[in-house]
């Protein structure tokens, strides 16, 4: 830091600067992030100083977090689920599994593992690390959802809990839920569901898929507001249906307002809370449904130009998450090629194939300009 301070005009300057270095999002596909909805950001400068980690000072924030659970339970197939709205997905996971971490070491049980898919998100590898537990993961069949005989076949007697994934990361596939619910409850294992992503996209899709609390087995969930929920950074939502789960994280906090705290983060952004009640007050569940009805539409049309030009998706997209099938060898310098012409994409790694998220930022006109793209460098 300089000894002296500079002009607010010089500071403006310099973050100009820096903004124009950060991409602009409509040409990304890579994200699973996208401009927070108009009214989140509003709600978000309204409560800036805001902070969760003391929520006594905070009634009015406190009371939007509550509300949002509640909101998101109900979503979720469970109005009385309890919570909190964590820093997202990776913070939802680590706290998820350490409830029941927690529990059994309580009850005396060492050298835990869990269960998770091939497909799990690398917060699994932290969790591993940071819980000391072993994360084993379970094969995949040929849709790349969780095998759930590999599942089984994993399960040993220190095994403390099963993962599924509804909505991953690199395919948007949805894990078979329902069969897991069913092999949990018959071997009285907590079950996760990782819906980071899908949490706000499978309830508002045309089919019908069973991956939440309507599934008795189902123990917690995570869904993050900052993904399609349209919200601003950071915003997650852990739900568990049981109290108990919640209550394994508690820590007392005596000189605080509150006596005790659940979540991970000491110091917590109330920001994104109230930005995250504002917008799913704003939209209700007709807004957050038309959303996902657009990036459908357009995903299905990406698929339809990538098909016109011979290139097939790995899986028919369940959600709005593309895999191209190229051949292994091509992916990456397709991928650099699109790169060069400005677009982001990624690159998933079994199978190796080009990968597009589309979020609420892509329209048609964009999806038509990177179908003309691909068609040139591939
Ligand atoms: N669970 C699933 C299924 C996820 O897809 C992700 C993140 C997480 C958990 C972890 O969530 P947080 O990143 O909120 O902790 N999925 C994306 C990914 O890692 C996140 C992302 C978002 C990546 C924006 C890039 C990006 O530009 O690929």
């Known amino acids: 830091m300089e000894e002296r301070g500079m002009s607010r005009e010089a500071i403006e300057s310099l973050l100009q600067e820096k903004k124009l270095a950060d991409l602009a999002y409509h040409r990304i596909l890579s994200s699973m992030c996208t401009y927070p909805h108009e009214i989140a950001v509003y709600a978000h400068m309204m ?6 980690g003391d929520s006594g000072l905070f009634p009015g924030t406190k009371e939007m977090e509550d509300k949002v659970i509640q909101m998101v339970g109900a979503l979720l197939g469970a109005e009385d689920a309890c919570g909190y709205i964590s820093t997202g997905g990776t913070e939802s996971n680590i706290q998820a599994i350490r409830a029941v971490r927690n529990r059994k070491k309580r009850e005396g049980m060492r050298d835990m593992n869990i269960i998770v898919p091939e497909t799990a998100h690398f ?13 084993k ?22 095994t403390i809990g099963l993962v599924g994934i509804a909505g991953t990361t690199e395919f948007g596939q949805i894990d078979p839920i329902k069969e897991l619910s069913e092999l949990a409850t018959e071997k009285d294992l907590f079950l996760f569901v990782d819906a980071a992503f899908g949490g706000f996209v499978i309830p508002f899709l045309e089919a019908h898929y069973d991956f939440d609390f309507s599934l008795s087995g189902v123990s917690a969930i995570s869904a993050d507001p900052h993904k399609m929920g349209m919200s601003t950074i950071p915003a997650g939502c852990l739900l568990f249906r049981e109290k108990s789960y919640l209550e394994e994280l508690r820590v007392p906090t005596p000189y605080l307002t509150t006596k005790e705290q659940y979540s991970l983060t000491g ?49 028919e997209p369940v959600m709005n998450v593309v895999a191209l099938d190229l051949p292994e060898a091509e992916v990456e310098r397709v991928a650099n090629a699109l790169a060069k012409r400005k677009w982001r994409v990624s690159v998933t790694r079994k199978p190796k194939a080009l990968r597009l998220v589309i979020m609420p930022h892509i329209d048609e006109e964009t999806v038509h300009a990177f179908a003309e793209d691909l068609k040139e460098v591939r």
């Not at 409560?47 to 969760?52: A, D, R």
């Not at 917060?123 to 994360?135: E, G, N, P, R, T």
């Open 123 to 135: 917060s699994f590898d932290k969790i591993a690390d940071i819980l000391s537990i072993d994360v």
């Open 137 to 158: 993961k379970a094969s995949l069949d040929e849709e790349l959802r969780v095998d759930v005989n590999s599942v089984e076949e994993l399960i040993d007697d220190r």
């Open 47 to 52: 409560f800036l100083e805001s902070n969760l």
């Open 267 to 315: 110091t917590r952004s109330g920001a994104a809370t109230a930005a995250t009640y504002a917008v799913l007050k704003y939209l209700g569940r007709e807004g957050l449904k038309k959303i996902v009805g657009e990036c459908m539409r357009l995903t299905r049309l990406l698929v339809e130009r990538g098909t016109e030009m011979g290139i097939s998706p790995v899986i």
